[in-house]
């Protein structure tokens, strides 16, 4: 089962935040983050691993509660550049959430 | 440019027929993984290689089919097709090995079925 996203659409303001969730009913080893531009291949943003380390973007931030099989994006300050589909990725089978749309306007 | 090449980019074809969609993975990257996509959907998950040996499987259907050769290119191979099949097929490559790094993802080989 892929995991499910919250909110499943979301529009912001340049300089707004966003948070973004991902839950999943399997245990989670691993969570991967990325971010689909319309017509374009999904671009790498963050690998969130057991134990707290974290490696990816430096100007987006995540959360990783391995008990409550539960991960969240954090957007900050958001840019027109943000905008896309964002979905976060299990290590089981690399399989990818219900992806969340994110638009941003001036 | 991530360095995965995904040919072709574009294939327009019939129902009933046979496509192969091939993939270039990253220099250096071992694992392949094969990704539908359909319009305004997410990914879908259908098959991973590690250097040559079939990993993972998810949602493929039995029409399809892939491999990964010696030189580490991927094939994916659809047959019979249908109009439902029509999408865009992401392939994408990593390290490899039990923990999954970064994907790297090619831009894509878009089907059309009519």
């Known amino acids: 089962q892929q995991p499910v996203q919250s909110p499943q659409a979301v529009i912001l303001r340049e300089g707004e935040d966003a948070v973004i969730n991902c839950s999943s009913s399997k245990a989670l080893y691993s969570v991967h983050w990325y971010r689909q531009k319309h017509g374009e291949a999904p671009v790498f943003l963050m690998i969130l691993l057991k134990g707290g380390e974290q490696k990816g973007h430096e100007k987006i931030s995540a959360s990783f509660n391995e008990k409550k099989q539960q991960s969240s994006l954090y957007l900050t300050a958001s840019q027109l550049s943000y905008s896309g589909t964002y979905f976060c990725?299990?290590?089981?089978?690399?399989?990818f959430g219900t992806g969340t749309k994110l638009q941003v306007i001036p | 440019d991530s360095g995965v090449t995904q040919t072709p980019k574009h294939l327009i074809t019939a129902t009933g027929q046979r496509v192969t969609l091939r993939c270039s993975p990253r220099s250096g990257d071992l694992s392949v993984y094969w990704y539908q996509q359909s319009l305004d959907q997410g990914l879908q998950f259908l098959i991973q290689?590690?250097?040559?040996?079939?990993?993972a499987k998810g949602n493929i259907l039995e029409r399809f089919s892939a491999q990964q050769f010696p030189d580490l290119h991927s094939e994916l191979n659809l047959s019979s097709l249908e109009l439902g099949d029509s999408a865009l097929y992401f392939c994408?490559?990593?390290?490899?090995?039990?923990?999954?790094?970064?994907?790297?993802f090619g831009e894509g080989s878009r089907l059309t079925v009519l």
């Open positions: 990725g299990t290590r089981q089978k690399v399989t």
């Open positions: 994408a490559s990593s390290g490899g090995g039990r923990e999954i790094g970064e994907l790297f």
């Open positions: 290689y590690y250097n040559g040996e079939e990993r």
